[in-house]
Each structure stands twice: as C-alpha cells, then as structure tokens.
C-alpha cells in the first residue's frame, strides 16, 4: 500500500510540476526554441550519452572487483547497459538485478552486493559534492539557496564519516554495513576517484545540449549547479526525475539564455526535455540490446525472480 501511494505521489509530483512549467512557458515557444536547436545537438548528445555509459560502467567495474567480486569489464558493460532499461521499469528491480547477478556468477554473498550498491550510490552522492564545492569557489553569483543546499549536504557528509571513522558497534553487526565500514576513508577515496570521469561526462552532456538550445552558461556556474539539479533528479520525489530536473534546470540556467524571461525558459526546458528524451531513447535500445545476450538473458532471469534488496539487513 505505501509503495503504491508513493508512486502515485510521484506522479502527482510530475504532473504538477510539468503543469506549472507549462503554465508558465507556453508550449508553442518550447517548439520554437527545439526548432532553433543547433545541427550538432543530435550526434554530439549521442557522443555523451556513451561517454556516460562507459564511465559509469568503468566505475561499477573497479567498485565490485573491490569490494564485491571480481567481473570483466564486457560483464559490467552488458549489465549496466541492461539495467538501464530495468531501472526505468523499476528503479529497485534494476539494482536487485545487479545484486542477483554477481551472486549467480560469483557466489558473492547477497548483502555485501546491497551493500556495495550502497556504497555506489553514497560515492555518487559524494562526487555531487565535490564539484558542487569547487564550482561555489568560482561563481560567487549564484543564488544563495546553492550554498545552503550544499550546507546541508556537508553535515550529513559529517555524520557518515563519524560513522566510518567510529564503526559503531550496532551498524557493525549489521551484514548490510558491513562493506560501507570496512572500506574507510581509503576505500571511499578510491571509489570516488573512478567515479569521477561519471560525473564530468554527466555535467559535459548536459552543458552541450544547454549550449545547443543557445544557453550559453558559464563552465563554472555548470560545474556546481549540475550537481544539485542531479541530486535533485534522483531524489524519488518525481518519476525519472522528469519536472524536477526541468524545474530546477530553469531555476539555474535560464538567465544564461537569449531574449525575454518566457524565451530564456522555454529554452531551458526545451534543452532539458530533449536532454532527457534522447538519453532514455538510447538508454531502452541499448538495454533491450544487452538483455538479448547470454549474460543479459541471466540478468532478466535474476530480475524476475529476485525481490528488492532489504537495506535493513533484515
């Protein structure tokens, strides 16, 4: 029942938003700003869209030969390929897929891959940070609410590594922790530095495609308002992030646009849809291409079978 009224909840959140959005930015000027998109939006999206997928599977690859279990990069490559298209389906089936997957081809145990996928995510988490940080160093004019955001973020950054330097003896028990505890800050630096080429391929494909609708926003005002929109984006608020990320997309990039306050935004918006809708388009056919090789064809039998990951331990 709570799963139920939390997707419905997200997509009350979707449509209130993109109701807003359109609301306030007529369609038929989205329209005419996607008409004035540059001619190399296409293949140069298609360019980071790969750049993207590579460098998060690069990631994935070192993280779980570390602490999980040893893969060869095609593995990784086809695993990743293929959950992207279980993850739009259900985010949690794509991650229990992954978990099931190198416990099937490795005997991994199951709650150390929940564990690695957690230590993932907070690496995710943590690389936001970081270029979120170094972009407030060298764009003083950006809107307040940015450093409070990354206030926050950097108290709850406290806590974690109070909890790793201290390894309390109630999380340490538990199996689910037991990678996040073990690794120290030695580990998390090593997971966060092939995590990094992610997110530069992340804030370069989304500065491209901002450039190609003619917002011609700064390199650094990019580098720490991209973070926060991305963060935003995963927060499970919305579906896939579609009206969270344009709002927030808008919220930061539309003063860098030509012409009056409704073209600014429409071309924002109009970057940040195609943006979404060319990655999702290449993200579904290389997913149904991956399920269709023999790893893929293990995959989906692991995600059909296997239920989400309990990240109690329970």
Request: with cysteine; charged share 10%.
């Amino acid at each position: 029942m709570l799963k139920r009224m939390g997707r419905a909840a997200a997509w009350l959140v979707t449509a209130g938003l993109l109701f807003l959005l359109f609301r306030k930015v007529p369609f038929a000027a989205v329209v005419t700003a996607a008409r004035g998109a540059a001619a190399w939006t296409l293949p140069v999206g298609a360019v980071g869209i790969a750049a993207i997928y590579f460098a998060d599977s690069f990631a994935i690859w070192k993280t779980f030969g570390w602490f999980l279990a040893p893969l060869s990069f095609a593995q990784v490559l086809v695993v990743r390929g293929a959950t992207y298209l279980l993850a739009a389906i259900n985010y949690n089936v794509g991650q229990g897929a992954i978990v099931y997957f190198v416990n099937r081809a490795t005997g991994a145990p199951i709650l150390r891959g929940v564990a690695t996928v957690l230590l993932i995510m907070g690496v995710n988490v943590l690389a936001l940070l970081a270029f979120a940080t170094v972009g407030l160093a060298v764009a003083p004019d950006l809107p307040h609410s940015v450093a409070v955001v990354v206030g926050v973020a950097y108290a709850g950054l406290a806590v974690y590594g109070l909890a790793v330097w201290w390894k309390p003896r109630w999380l340490a028990q538990r199996p689910v922790f037991d990678v996040l505890l073990a690794a120290g800050f030695g580990g998390h630096a090593r997971a966060l530095l092939v995590r990094l080429p992610h997110i530069v391929a992340l804030v370069a494909f989304q500065t491209a495609m901002l450039r190609a609708f003619g917002v011609a926003v700064p390199l650094a005002q990019a580098v720490v308002a991209l973070p926060i929109v991305f963060f935003i984006a995963v927060l499970p608020i919305s579906v896939q992030g579609l009206g969270t990320t344009q709002a927030a997309m808008v919220f930061f990039f539309a003063r860098y646009a030509q012409g009056n306050a409704e073209a600014q935004k429409a071309a924002v918006l109009a970057a940040s849809l195609f943006a979404m809708a060319l990655a999702l388009t290449l993200q579904t056919a290389l997913g149904l291409a991956c399920l269709r090789s023999r790893v893929g064809r293990e995959l989906k039998t692991a995600a059909a079978g296997a239920p989400s990951p309990d990240p109690s331990g329970g």
